[in-house]
């Protein structure tokens, strides 16, 4: 691998890595862990290194979470817990 190729290599793993703890930091604020975040090893033995972020493996309800998070719910509760939410105000005992 010439030099040229091989600075490109390190620069794009650490733009990789550099977005997985981007993704881990965002992820955190919402209180999300993906255990298994990190970096796609199969794609860093490639002969042209372009890395990808490994999401992982979750648990279904963190699943839930996720994708409600990226539908726009900033709560990241599924539609079930937020219709309840909606309902039954738990503070005031109100109806909401």
């Known amino acids: 691998m010439g030099t040229a190729r091989r600075g490109a290599s390190v620069d794009a793993v650490q733009n990789a890595k550099s977005a997985r703890d981007e993704l881990r930091e965002a992820l955190e604020e919402v209180d999300i862990v993906l255990p298994s975040l990190g970096i796609d090893a199969v794609t860093l033995a490639a002969p042209y290194v372009i890395p990808l972020v490994e999401l992982g493996r979750c648990r279904p309800e963190v699943a839930r979470r996720l994708a409600s998070l ?17 309902v039954f105000d738990p503070v005031d005992g109100g109806v909401g």
């Open 70 to 86: 990226v539908r726009g719910d900033a709560s990241g509760t599924d539609g079930a817990q937020r219709q309840a939410r909606d």
